[in-house]
């Protein structure tokens, strides 16, 4: 059987230098569980970890998909599973890392929240539609049933187009598979006000290191301010800044009490799942090897 370790946690907590030793102790690889480090150019706003920070650790769902994508908690369950495998077919760990407890949730229990099964012959058949006349046809056909769906997906996305077509189609359901893997599930913790305070020096130095020069640039390339990653906490607040209907310092303010308020919802989310143990992370050298004990013996 697979074997897993999740290092989860609040934002600003700490979970990425976590999984790196654990990946160097244990022969290991990381899969992120971030919603918005998987879209490419969204780097300084979403923390994404670059490549010398990464430490010669190979990192995977990372910068994989277009802004303009749409990225599902269905994909990210179908990726991570595909992942888990592959690492442990080469007799590595796979470390989970990331705060979006819903995917590691809809991952843990089996559950792909809310997708369609997959109809093979009503795939094949939107495949050829596409390949004869464009997928545009499959966007306009999307936007009749589901406009709002159709929004969030581009017309040149064949991929997720059908994904879509398919959900409106045979309607939302949500089946269950069996995790089939063997996890150690951590939930990195630290005092309320420090975890407050590392966050709001987080986004000061997201500030300093251009986050409002890469909102601006993005959106210069034509991204459109209603892709799901520009929605994301950091992001929206700096577009309503450039847009005129905030001032900077009240943006700014605005993203570090959404960041607070998005990791005490995160938490409360985690204290909500089994089998989580939570790590006090005050010391990291005793809480890193309280978690290296237990993967020892997994």
Known sequence: MDKVVFILGPTGVGKSEFAIKLAKDFDGEIISSDSV?????????????????????????????DPEEYFTVYDFV????????????????????????????????????GQADKHDDFRENLKQL??????LIL?????????NMAEKISPNDEKRLIRALEVCEFGEQQTKQDANFQYLLFALNLD??????????????????????????????????????MKAIGYKEIVAYLQGELDKFTAI???????????????????GMSN???????????????IKIKVSNL
């Not at 490549?51 to 990372?62: L, N, P, S, T, Y």
């Not at 966007?139 to 406009?147: T, Y």
């Not at 309320?192 to 390339?221: F, H, P, S, W």
């Not at 989580?276 to 309280?290: G, M, P, S």
Request: aromatic letters at 8%; a positive charge.
């Open 192 to 229: 309320r006000q420090k975890l407050y305070a590392r966050i709001n020096n987080r986004v000061d130095k997201m500030v300093d290191q251009g986050l409002i020069v890469e909102v601006e640039n993005l959106l210069k390339t034509g991204i459109s301010k209603q892709c799901q990653p």
């Open 253 to 271: 303010e605005l993203v570090k009490q959404h960041t607070r308020n998005y990791a005490k919802r995160q938490l409360t989310f985690l204290r």
């Open 78 to 113: 179908e990726l991570t599973r595909q992942k888990i495998t592959e690492i442990n077919a080469k007799n590595k760990l796979a470390i989970v890392v990331g705060g979006t407890g819903l995917y590691i949730k809809a991952l843990i229990d089996g559950y792909n929240f």
């Open 139 to 147: 966007w306009q056909k999307l936007k009749r049933l589901n406009s």
């Open 130 to 135: 596409s390949a004869k006349e464009g997928s």
């Open 37 to 65: 480090q998987i879209f490419k150019g969204f780097d300084i706003g979403s923390a994404k970890i670059c490549k010398d920070e990464m430490q010669g650790i190979v990192h995977h769902a990372i910068d994989i998909c």
């Open 276 to 290: 989580v143990e939570f790590i006090d992370v005050e010391n990291k050298q005793l809480a890193y090897q309280k």
